[in-house]
Structures are given as structure tokens and as C-alpha cells.
């Protein structure tokens, strides 16, 4: 058996999608084991900058309020009574409540122009995954496992997408690698902190390994009676696992060897314990984490319930910052915070702020993006977009630009669909130096 | 025998040209086919074909192969030990039919079809808010399938349904697709015809014949339909909207009209107290507070609190300008903003029209009405092709939804032939199942698929995965886990309570969409974790008092005996010569007899024999 691999199944997806007469790109060919690990890496060798390349995503569930965030609108009535602060960026004001981030806003770049259609929650939240409106007929690949897709190593311990957060809603919509297959499929952690569920063995090791050994003979029967293939995929999947549950790689997942003083800069909360988290994967060689941190569906009492959710987001978000630069993986790692879409300028009878597609907030740091900066402008009210509006697939692309990976690539759907992993749009100039 | 060659002319008749048989058809379809001699013309169609091709079939299976794998696929079931045993021994030569014929009586039957059914709706869904009925979707096409209605039925009632999605769970392919007719009409095409017509949404199909205006035609059934919230929480219903507008969209439509029917005062302008007033009279029903305070955001924009014609009609267009009203607008895509071309119902089968400006109800009895048709081959094909890719793990056409007419089928004539006899049994499901597991060519061994692309399948039998829900009953039924005991369930209830049983956190864990071809179902890294380490399995795996393996290892004191238990038990059939040899060894070489059982328990259940159809 070769090293231990998560693509290593891609061969069973290539056997139907070639018969319906297409082929998938060469670097699924190069994953799918035609190479091994030396010839990828020597292939792939130009590309090898790319390799070190990351992304987190800080996905806000429910659609953050751009006035309670990075848009406020002081002193007008689609303001209320949230404040402004400065920044260590000059001329650059955010909400009140965001005091961490304020200080490390030299390194973060602000969006105040995303502009969307799409209002509802399911069918926005999936369009911010995966670039693409949901369709019955198709399963869009999240834009992190067509990343990973394009980045990842073929040899690891660890896979290549994480998901954080929001304990059993695993698969939030559009989060999934759709026709990738379960190679990038995330790998789903419930509660920072913990191993992930099932990885820990209910034995000990030496009895888990003569399992293993038992489990390996006893196929020998099935195979000889018409399994073999079955046998054989079966037998990769276990290797996979049973690799995870014994690599040293999954005490990643234990916080507990960071400092008090770094758990501490992240917030004692989930979403800060997620972050730390994101960072340790990143470090370990993972492309892609998402960390959730949900309940911004501020319908009701808007203010208060986003000072809540600002002193957990907060914190974490700027000890994320500080802590890839400290660790020197800032500029390979491009760290996106955003939500589904934004709220109503109007602040509604119960104090609260209903769905707002129109105009939203987006920030980007790292990954050579050009911090201390903002793209676009809202009205004084903040009910339009004055300037430079970006799009879904214009913040996608500006992504793809920062991980290096070329958004028109385009990979097979099921149906012989070419597929590209952005569709339209282009990156946004200015975010880059 | 008069029926049978009467089918192999027809059936090459059919596959050449479906219009010109289409007298033929009818005439055949008045006497009901039977079961066994259409499960003989198919296999020797098949036969046929595969020796022309010269390969040889294997052989047929054992009994004990047998029996696992027709109950597995009938009624989701492992059979136990005692089952095992005693079909084993049974002298009656006819004894597989009877066994199908029992099965398909089974209550099970009828509830493992229906999960079947519910994956095949729910998985691809594009409005999640639907999982809230797919407990009540389950129960009520158990109890179609349990009580024998006809696919043609059952397809009409999920095309023509209406009301609140619980007491009318046949809503659920609208529901899932948020009662958006284009979505709508891909997924019943797909799902019922097996044609892929959603690429069409766009363009001109880049391979099949259909046209893109010949999509839209097939959406302009579906424009009336509507999902609604009720009053319960989360709880919505599927509704007719024919009055024209539906609510919220009058005011866009007439801006005129609007202001007048709304200003009391007489000021030429509308405030939102006057809104309120008139609510309960408004046209198209009333526009809910959220979405008037929505309006006044957008539209007022002098910021006096009263909206005039002037100001509505220069509010930007809704990003969803087509969504709510009565007909259907092919999109224009040099102009996505414009409202597009007004396209008129029209089947893209037979190019047959219901006429203009019918009522939802009729557009939809119309639609249902040429789906399930006896002249639209693509109907009963598309069931056949579906069913017996679950059965023989690989279908006539692959994928199983996506037949199209330029896609051509592995042995057109047997699959003609199964179509036909389908429709002449009033398109009876267990006339369709039981003439499949009757054949021949389903009681071969398993063996492993040719790897030449364009090598025929058939020969034998495909070892597949076996679906979330027949993996869940067996490990259930293994480890002797009562599924509605209490154990381990929260006794929260609400809504969203069915997100909580057992079957739908393991369903969330290995479900996998039943339309995606076998091939590609390998199972993952997290489902393999869980069947390793899960603390769920841990204590049933144990060999003390209270388990399966403790009674397995207390009764029998005998190693040999023990074993066979346990495969009987895990595998459902006796362990051979060389497995009871390194088990033995296994057994000896750790010492103690608990511990050994426990880890060739948990083997078992870790193999991939387990997890597949043999």
C-alpha cells in the first residue's frame, strides 16, 4: 500500500465519468494515482508556491448587519445607536464593539459593496459557498473544496477541508464538495476542542491494530466470490480511516498545546476555540476551514444581540490575524469574513433589521491582500451602492487571485457539464498591492 | 406464448419509433403480462446479446445468496439466522418465488420503497425547509406502495398536489423544489421520464434534440403553484395561485390601480395605515407587514410615508420579476431583468398543448396526464430502468436518469419488454419487482463489472453498496437495537424532532442520492470512523449478558457452532472452511474467548461484505 492518501478513490469516480466520454483535469488525473507523491510534486513543480497556499473562511450564519459591523452609519436613522469607532488604519471607521479587529486593520481589507440578489437563507448561503444559484439538478462544489481541489497535496494525514462550528447542521447548504466527490468532501468538526467525533478508538491501540489485521484476512473470502472490487475500494477507505484514528497529525485537533495566554487571545467561546483551531489545520497542511458562528439573523433586537455576537467574533478574529503573522503564515493564508448577505438599513418596529441582498460586508486579510484599505461605499443612509460594487463571482475571483488558482478552470459535472469553478465575474483590482 | 413473441416484434418495433407502434401499444397493453414468462423473454433477450458478444454468464446463486439479497432489496431487511436456516433446507423447487411473493406482501415492502423514494426527492432538494414532511412523504407512499396503487397514480398525485405539506405529503418534489416551476419541471422530468432537460433552462440541449423553449413549454405547467407558510411554525402548504397577481406583485403590476384601491383619503398617495385597512380586501391576498415595510424602504423614496404610482413604478425590478405570476416567461438572456417571453404549456413528448390560460388544477391534471400516459414510453421506462439498476446494481440505461433520446440502451428489447408488461399490469410496482427478482439474470452470482468500457453488464450480478436505510436496519437488527426503543432520544419535541431519531442522524451520516450511479457510491472517511469507533456500536459489541454476542457465546460452547452463529447472524450465512480456520486461529492466539468474539464481531461488521449487496 502507497502512503496514505485521501484521493485515492477518485479512480472509482474516473471510471464512470470517463465511459460517458469525458476526462477530468490533469491534476485529478496526477491525484487519481497515476503518479506517485515524487512525480506529483516534480509535475507539479512550478507550482509548488502554490502548495503552501490557505484559506479561512469566518462565515457569519444568518446575515451580519454591515451597520453594526464595518459600515456604520452614525448620526442618520438607518444608523441607530450604533456608534463609530477609529482604526489603526487612518480615514477607515468601523461599529463599535469591534475594538480587537480596529487595531489590526493596517493587515484587513474592508468590502462595504457586495451586492447579491438572493434573499432567502438556504439559496444564499449555498450561493456564498459555492458561487452558483442552487439547482435540483446539480451539486455545486463549495468554492473550498474546488480549492482544495486545485491546492492540496495528494499525500496527507489530514484532510483537505475542515468545517467548525454549529454542532449536528454538518452540511449547511452549498458547503459540500458536490460532483468532487468524497475525497474534498469537509471533514466535520462539532465542537472545537474535542477530537472530532469517532476518531478517538474504543480500544487500545495494539487491539485496534490486530483488528485491523483480523479485519484484513476475513475479506479474503468476499473478494474470491465476485467482492474483489468491492474488497479493494473498501479496503482504501479503511486505510484512510484507520490511519487518521493512529497519526500523530490528530493531536492537532487538541488545543490544549497551545499557551493560556494564546487560548486566551481567542475568546473562551466556541467560535474563538474554532479559529485556534483553524489555525493549528492550516498549519498542519489543511487548504481549507470554514468556522461557522451563526444566530446573526437579527429580525428582533438587532443591537443587542450583535454586541453578543461581536464579543465572540471580535477577538478571535483579530488574534486570528496576529497569530498567522506572528507564525509567518499571514501572507500565504488569506483569512474572508462574511455572511449570507446583509440587513436592512431601516431598522424594523422590533428594533431589528430584516434581509438585505443589496449591499453587504465582506473583509479579506492576508493572503497578499493590501490591508488598511476599503473597496466600495454606501449612501449616507445606507440603502445603495455609490461605488465599485463586487459581486459573488468578483469576491470569488479576487479569492482564486490570492490562492493563485485559475478561476476559469472548468471540471466535469456528472452530465458531461464543463463546470468552471467561478462563473464570470473578475478579481478586484485594489485588494492587491 | 402468444403474448411473448407477440413482444420481442413490438418490443425492436418500439425502440426504432414510438409513434408508429403506438396502435400496437394499445392493443397490447389490454392483457396483463405474465410475470414469469416476461422474467423468461428477458432473460433470454439478454442471453441473446451476451452470447453474440461471447461472454458468458456465471452461475446462479446460492440460496443463501439469494435470500439475503432479494429481502435486502424488497424489504430493506437482513433475514436472521432462523430464516437462513430454514430457506436453506426448504425441498419446494418454486421456493424463490414463493419467498418473493412473501416479501412483497410485507408491510417492509412498501417501507423501504418509500424511503427509497423519499432519498430520491429529498436528497437533491433545493429548499431544505422541505425535510419538515418527509416523515409524513414516507408513510403515505408506504401506504400506496403497501396497497398495490399503480406508478401512474402515485405520480399524478405528486404532480397535482396542493395543500398543507403534513396532511398532504405528496406535495414533496413541489415543496423540495420551492414550487419554482423550472426547477419543478427538471426534477419531475428527470425523476418520472428519466430526461435530463434541465441544461435546456439555458440553452439548446448541446446533445439531445429537445430545444430550450421546449423546457419552458414544459415549465408553463408549474407557474400557478406557490409554497406558502401556515399558521403552525414552520409548517407551509402548497397552493393554487390563479387569482392574478399573487400577493405582493398587484401593486407592481397596476401601480395605478394600486394606489386607487388603497387611498382612502382620496391624497392620490398611499400610507401604510391605508395599506393596512384594505389588507383584508387586497387582491391576491394581503401583503404580510414585512414585505410592506419592504415596499415603503424601496419605493419611498421623497421619504413622506405615502407611496405614489410615480414612485412605484420607479422602484428597481424585484431580482425575481417572474416569480408569482400566473404564466410562464422564458427568461431573456441578453436581458435577465426583463420580464422575458410569455411561453404557453406544450409537451415536448408528443407536442401536445392543453390550451391557454388554464387553471393550475388543469395545467397540472394536463401535465400529469401526459407523464403518465400510455403513449409516453419514456414513462414506464424510466421506473424499469430505475428499479432494475437497484436490483442488478446497474441499469439498462446509465445513469438511471438520464435516458435521453440519443443516450441508447444496453438490451433495448429487454427493457422494452419489462416497460411493456409494466403498462399492461396497470404500471403495478410489485408486478414490476417481482418479474425482475424472477429473472434469471438477477439470481446470478455477484461478480466483479468488466472494466472495458463498452463490455455488456449482465453476466452477473454487481456487488453494491447497499442504501443508508438498508445498512441502518441491519446493524439494528445485528446488534438487536430496538429503532423505536427510547434509548438514546431526546424527549424534546417540535418540528424539527424527526432531525433527532436514530435513522436520520445515520441517514445524514450514509445517505447517498439513489440516482447517482453505483459506481460511484464508495462509501468515506466518517462513515468508516463510525463503523470503527462509534461509542453507539461499542456497548453492543460486548460480549456480556445483555448482548447478541454474550447469548451467541453462552449457547454454544463449541467454537465451530459459536462461529456459524455469527455469521449467520452478521452475514447471513455460514462461515466457510478457511474462515473458521483463521478465526480459530484468531481465537487461539489471543487467549481470551470474549475478546476474540468481540474483534471478529466487529470485523464483520467492518467488512465490506457487510456493507454490500452479495
Keep these: 500500500m502507497s502512503a496514505f492518501s485521501w484521493h485515492e478513490d477518485v479512480t472509482l469516480h474516473r471510471q464512470s465519468v470517463s465511459r460517458r466520454g469525458f476526462l477530468y483535469g490533469t491534476s485529478a488525473a496526477a491525484a487519481a494515482g497515476a503518479f506517485n507523491f515524487h512525480d506529483v510534486m516534480s509535475a507539479q513543480a512550478a507550482d509548488l508556491r502554490k502548495q503552501g ?131 474534498y468532501e469537509p471533514f466535520h468538526v462539532a465542537n472545537p476542542g474535542k477530537l472530532p ?64 495566554a494564546t487560548r486566551e487571545s481567542y475568546g473562551n467561546t466556541d467560535f474563538g476555540r474554532g479559529c485556534l483551531l483553524a489555525r493549528r489545520l492550516v498549519e498542519s497542511g489543511v487548504t481549507f476551514v470554514e468556522v461557522r458562528l451563526g444566530n446573526w439573523d437579527t ?90 460594487p463586487v459581486s459573488v463571482p468578483d469576491l470569488f475571483c479576487s479569492i482564486c487571485k490570492s490562492l493563485e488558482v485559475n478561476p476559469s478552470k472548468e471540471n466535469m459535472s456528472p452530465l458531461g457539464r464543463p463546470m468552471k469553478i467561478v462563473d464570470g465575474g473578475k478579481p478586484v483590482d485594489g485588494l492587491f498591492a | 406464448m402468444i403474448v411473448r413473441s407477440r413482444w420481442f416484434s413490438v418490443g425492436l418495433a418500439l425502440t426504432l419509433s414510438c409513434g408508429v407502434t403506438a396502435a400496437a401499444c394499445a392493443a397490447d397493453n389490454r392483457t396483463p403480462a405474465d410475470s414469469n414468462a416476461v422474467a423468461a423473454e428477458v432473460d433470454r433477450l439478454i442471453l441473446t446479446d451476451l452470447r453474440h458478444s461471447g461472454v458468458n454468464p456465471v452461475d446462479r446463486c446460492n440460496d443463501a445468496d439469494f435470500l439475503r439479497r432479494t429481502t435486502l432489496d424488497i424489504t430493506g431487511q437482513l433475514p436472521s439466522p432462523r430464516d437462513v436456516t430454514i430457506f436453506s433446507l426448504d425441498p419446494d423447487a418454486d421456493k424463490r418465488q414463493v419467498l418473493i411473493e412473501q416479501l412483497l406482501q410485507s408491510p417492509e415492502y412498501g417501507k423501504n420503497w418509500a424511503r427509497y423514494w423519499r432519498d430520491v426527492v429529498y436528497m437533491p432538494a433545493t429548499e431544505n425547509r422541505a425535510r419538515i414532511a418527509q416523515a409524513d412523504f414516507e408513510t403515505w407512499m408506504a401506504d400506496k406502495l403497501n396497497s398495490g396503487a399503480g406508478w401512474n397514480r402515485i405520480v399524478t398525485a405528486m404532480l397535482t398536489a396542493t395543500g398543507d405539506v403534513h396532511e398532504h405529503p405528496e406535495t414533496a418534489l413541489l415543496i423540495a423544489q420551492g414550487a419554482q416551476p423550472a426547477e419543478v419541471a427538471a426534477e419531475a422530468c428527470r425523476i418520472f421520464l428519466g430526461i435530463q432537460m434541465q441544461c435546456a433552462n439555458c440553452h439548446d440541449h448541446p446533445s439531445d434534440v429537445w430545444k430550450r423553449n421546449q423546457f419552458h413549454e414544459l415549465a408553463a405547467y408549474f407557474p400557478r403553484i406557490a409554497v406558502r407558510q401556515t399558521r403552525q411554525p414552520l409548517a407551509f402548504e402548497i397552493a393554487s395561485v390563479d387569482a392574478d397577481r399573487g400577493r405582493g406583485f398587484f401593486f407592481r403590476e397596476n401601480p395605478e390601480q394600486f394606489v386607487r384601491f388603497n387611498d382612502r383619503n382620496g391624497d392620490g398617495k398611499v400610507t401604510k395605515d391605508e395599506m393596512r385597512d384594505r389588507a383584508a380586501q387586497a387582491p391576491g391576498g394581503s401583503i404580510p407587514a414585512q414585505l410592506r415595510d ?103 440505461y446509465m445513469p438511471i436518469d438520464d435516458m435521453g433520446p440519443t443516450r441508447t440502451a444496453r438490451f433495448p428489447e429487454a427493457i422494452d419488454a419489462l416497460a411493456k408488461g409494466f403498462v399492461s399490469n396497470d404500471h403495478d410496482i410489485r408486478w414490476l419487482v417481482r418479474t425482475i427478482a424472477m429473472t434469471q439474470t438477477y439470481q446470478r452470482k455477484v461478480a466483479a463489472k468488466p472494466v472495458a468500457e463498452d463490455a455488456l453488464p449482465f453476466a452477473a450480478v454487481t456487488p453494491t453498496r447497499l442504501r443508508a436505510d438498508l445498512v441502518f436496519n441491519s446493524l439494528f437488527q445485528v446488534l438487536g437495537i430496538n429503532e423505536d426503543s427510547n434509548e438514546g432520544r431526546d424527549a424534546m419535541g417540535g418540528p424539527r424532532a424527526y432531525q433527532r431519531e436514530p435513522r436520520f442522524q445515520f441517514d445524514f451520516l450514509f445517505g447517498v442520492d439513489p440516482s447517482v450511479p453505483k459506481d460511484d457510491i464508495t462509501g468515506n472517511v466518517p462513515q468508516s470512523l463510525y463503523l470503527m469507533n462509534s461509542n453507539a456500536l461499542r456497548a453492543a459489541l460486548t460480549a456480556n449478558n445483555n448482548t447478541r454476542l454474550g447469548k451467541i457465546l453462552r449457547e454454544n460452547k463449541h467454537e465451530n457452532d459459536a462461529l456459524g452463529e455469527l455469521y449467520l447472524l452478521v452475514l447471513a450465512r455460514e462461515p466457510s472452511k478457511h474462515e473458521i480456520e483463521i478465526c480459530q486461529t484468531y481465537i487461539k492466539d489471543v487467549g481470551l474467548r470474549g475478546e476474540a468474539y468481540e474483534d471478529l464481531m466487529w470485523s464483520l461488521l467492518n467488512s465490506s461484505e457487510f456493507l454490500s449487496k452479495r
Excluded at chain 1, 464538495?177 to 468524497?182: E, I, T, Y
Excluded at chain 2, 405614489?308 to 416567461?329: C, D, F, L
Excluded at chain 2, 391534471?365 to 414513462?379: C, L
Design chain 2, 294 to 396: 419592504r415596499i415603503f424602504e424601496q419605493g419611498d423614496t421623497n421619504k413622506d410615508g405615502a407611496l405614489t404610482a410615480e414612485e412605484i413604478k420607479s422602484m428597481p425590478v424585484p431580482n425575481q420579476a417572474r416569480r408569482g405570476s400566473t404564466e410562464h416567461y422564458m427568461p431573456d438572456l441578453n436581458d435577465p431583468a426583463s420580464k422575458g417571453k410569455l411561453i404557453q404549456p406544450k409537451f415536448f413528448v408528443d407536442d401536445s398543448s392543453p390550451g391557454q390560460g388554464l387553471s393550475d388544477e388543469g395545467r397540472r391534471a394536463a401535465v400529469a396526464e401526459s407523464f403518465t400516459s400510455r403513449k409516453n414510453p419514456w414513462f414506464a421506462r424510466a421506473i424499469v430502468n430505475r428499479i432494475w439498476a437497484e436490483f442488478l446494481g446497474e441499469g439498462f
Design chain 1, 53 to 183: 497556499r490557505a484559506m479561512i473562511l469566518l462565515f457569519m450564519q444568518g446575515g451580519p448587519s454591515q451597520l453594526e459591523t464595518f459600515d456604520p452609519k452614525p448620526g442618520t436613522d438607518s444608523g441607530g445607536p450604533t456608534k463609530a469607532i477609529s482604526t489603526a488604519a487612518p480615514g477607515i471607521q468601523i461599529a463599535e464593539g469591534w475594538e480587537e479587529t480596529a487595531k489590526q486593520m493596517q493587515d484587513i481589507a474592508v468590502i462595504r459593496s457586495m451586492t447579491n440578489k438572493e434573499g432567502q437563507h438556504d439559496r444564499a448561503v449555498y450561493q456564498m459557498h459555492t458561487g452558483y444559484i442552487p439547482s435540483g439538478s446539480i451539486k455545486h462544489p463549495a468554492l473550498g473544496c474546488n480549492l482544495a481541489h486545485e491546492l492540496s497535496h495528494a499525500e496527507r494525514e489530514l484532510p483537505a477541508v475542515v468545517s467548525i462550528g454549529n454542532g449536528r447542521a454538518a452540511g449547511i447548504g452549498g458547503s459540500g464538495a458536490g460532483f468532487l466527490g468524497v475525497d
Design chain 1, 197 to 260: 467525533e469517532n476518531v478517538a478508538m474504543t480500544v487500545n491501540e495494539s487491539r485496534f491494530k490486530r483488528r485491523l489485521g483480523l479485519l484484513d484476512k476475513l475479506e479474503g473470502e468476499f473478494a474470491s466470490q465476485g467482492g474483489a472490487t468491492v474488497v479493494e475500494n473498501h479496503r482504501r477507505i479503511t486505510d484512510k480511516s484507520s490511519k487518521l484514528v493512529l497519526s500523530p497529525l490528530t493531536k492537532t485537533f487538541d488545543l490544549s498545546h497551545e499557551s493560556a
Design chain 1, 299 to 388: 429580525h428582533q433586537d438587532n443591537f443587542d444581540a450583535v454586541k453578543g455576537l461581536a464579543r465572540q467574533c471580535d477577538p478571535a478574529l483579530a488574534a486570528l490575524i496576529a497569530d498567522l503573522k506572528q507564525r509567518g503564515l499571514f501572507d500565504k493564508t488569506l483569512i474572508v469574513w462574511t455572511g449570507e448577505f446583509g440587513r436592512t438599513p431601516r431598522v424594523n418596529p422590533r428594533t431589528g433589521r430584516d434581509h438585505w441582498p443589496r449591499n453587504f460586508n465582506a473583509l479579506l486579510a492576508g493572503g497578499g491582500v493590501k490591508g488598511g484599505q476599503v473597496i466600495g461605499e454606501t449612501s449616507k443612509d445606507g440603502t445603495s451602492l455609490v461605488k465599485d
